[in-house]
């Protein structure tokens, strides 16, 4: 991994560009409290901002620690050459127009290899960014207006898109933030790489990631190890859905995973927390700030009305997160603080006897923090400054002041709507050591996020297994797909195959009744009608052979007693690996939506968890009293197929078993299929 120590915590900058770029440059550094050297070059102009120009890099001094480049995409390439030749630190390449140009534009991708040869061992960020701010530092390799400020510690947050990171920037929910980088096109230098030397500043406390494409997968393994060793939690963003592994419908397989599927299941393996939307993002970087991952979901919630505490109830079942029963001791304690006029639960509705007497309140809150819950939070809106005043909203901040020195549990205020709480209130929560939170909604997932981090960092996953694509890639017959799979031990059904239709008939009595009838070399059999099933004597199957339109059959025994259906995929993803899909079988498998992915390889205890998450998994079970499933059989099979891919990583492309039948004593592959091409040398 490439140093980049120095282009993260300068104590000297150039800055190349032309007149508009370079200035706003060096008056961002100057803007922020940047106390080292600032070195403008610029062709023409003898001084910019106030400070002497340089003509070139070579010109220079010595060799700046940190240069923003901000010249044309040619001329960038250049200038990044003479900072490598002279051992700059690194460089932020602010120019457009190379690899992400070339689709419109054939150089583009000439370009960016030539800018990689011209960096040599320099590290270099983007092309095609914004750079980075150093809050802790006040290093500002930025070239536009963000709305930061210099902070002592506080989280780290890289992005693949510059104007996301200006609109975090100008974030008013009174998150610390320590870094902000932006990784343009990750020429050299990716999101994760970034992120690994973030990490190794002790003043980060928590590192978030907005990512359109999680590309080098074993850069992101690397980078959720050192998170796991330096005990700060991880929470991602990420955006985009391709629908290249999607090409190849041949299957329900293909049509429920993808690009998407792959990367959610990627970050799920590596812990890091997944959300949906910035405002749930900035929250749980918030709370990852405060006090780290929590070590539970459990949480205490107090409010003044009836209609806030069902809001956080019914918002609560949306989330992974739980609201336990009170305490003999929190009940002695919320007794004494309210009166008999209040019914004690969880959620709390305290009503509003005790409001205006912070004392009171303090007293009300400590009760409450006294429980086995990981985190008590008080849902309070404020008032807007501009008609109402903030005055009466004192007494719940001495009672906050009051209740965090009795207990070293975490407490938040939580706001119904996010724009309730100004920045200047969080602020001042925030040095009482009270979190605050913007909107209940997003709080809970903050919470959630940060539970799944704590129980991530238990587990040592496995890595992921990547590969190269196939050559020309082709449907294997259903026979001969359930031929490879039962050599590594997939349950299949007795069978026969006939080369003709006088043949097939004869196989009845070979086989036995009931059978089951297939033409063979087609995909989608029973939609094109090439499927009898429940065939019970010589007549019925000699009708069903006449009414297919294809000369070569399969014959099979027909499984019965089946306690349910599965589905069970793997299909490549181009970017991530491979993606192993349960599901309910049959064409339940999209009509329900019924599905779990997870990334290969995985244990039997990953499959045991990933059954579990599915709705069919009661009916696996025994159901009201049903026959319940061989859960170990089950197991078996999908392990038999990963156990094949993994042994022909570089040819298989998909690989279905729909359905996998499944009864008390077997699970059976009634249908399979196998997609493969020739090793990519």
Known sequence: MLDLNRLLRPKSIAVVGGGFWCRSVVEQCQKIGFTGEIWPIHSRAKNVAGLPAFNSVDDLPSAPDATFIGVNRVATIGVTKSLSARGGGGAVCFASGFLEAAAED????????????????????????????????????????????????????????????????????????????TAGNQAQTGLAAIGQSLLLDDRVSALGLHIEGLGDITAFEELALAAKKAGKGIVAIKVGQSEQAQTAAISHTASLTGSEVGARAVLKRLGIARVESLPEFMETLKLLHFCGPLAGNSVASISCSGGEASLIADIGLSYDVQFPELTKTQRIGLRAALGPMVALANPLDYHTYIWGDGQAIGVMISAMMQGEQDITILIVDFPRKDRCSLAAWDCVLEGAAIAVEKSSSPLAFATTLSENLPEEVAEKLMALSVLP???LNESLAAIEASHFIAIARKATPLPIVISKPSNDPILIDETDSKEL??????????????????????LGDVIGYPLVLKGRGIAHKTEMGAVKVGLTSFSELKVAVSQMDVQTFLVEEMVSGAVCE????????????????LAAGGVMAELLGDQISQILPVSR???????????????????????AADLDRVLDAVLAVQSYVIDHLNEVEEVEINPLVVTPERAIAVDALIRKGGKDE
């Not at 040599?120 to 530092?137: E, F, Q, R, S, W």
């Not at 599965?566 to 993606?579: Q, S, T, Y």
Request: glycine share 10%; with cysteine; hydrophobic share 45%.
């Open 437 to 439: 939170l913007h909107g």
């Open 566 to 581: 599965l589905l069970v995929g793997v299909a490549r993803d181009p970017v991530h690996g491979f993606v192993l899909t």
């Open 485 to 506: 799979l039962s050599a590594y031990g997939l349950d299949v059904p007795q069978r026969a195959l006939a080369s003709s239709p006088e043949e097939a008939t004869g």
């Open 605 to 627: 205890e990953d499959v045991v968890e990933a059954l579990r998450s599915l709705k069919i998994y009661k009916i696996l079970m025994g159901y009201r009293g049903n026959s």
């Open 106 to 181: 054939e150089e583009g991708a000439q370009l960016q290899k030539q800018l990689l040869e011209a960096a040599a061992g320099m590290p270099i960020i983007g092309p095609n960014c914004y750079g980075l701010i150093n809050y802790l530092d006040g290093v500002a390799l930025w070239p536009d207006q963000h709305g930061g400020k210099r902070v002592d510690r506080g989280v780290a947050i890289i992005t693949q898109s510059s104007n996301i990171a200006i609109n975090i920037s100008m974030q008013q929910r009174a998150l610390p933030i320590a870094y902000i980088a």
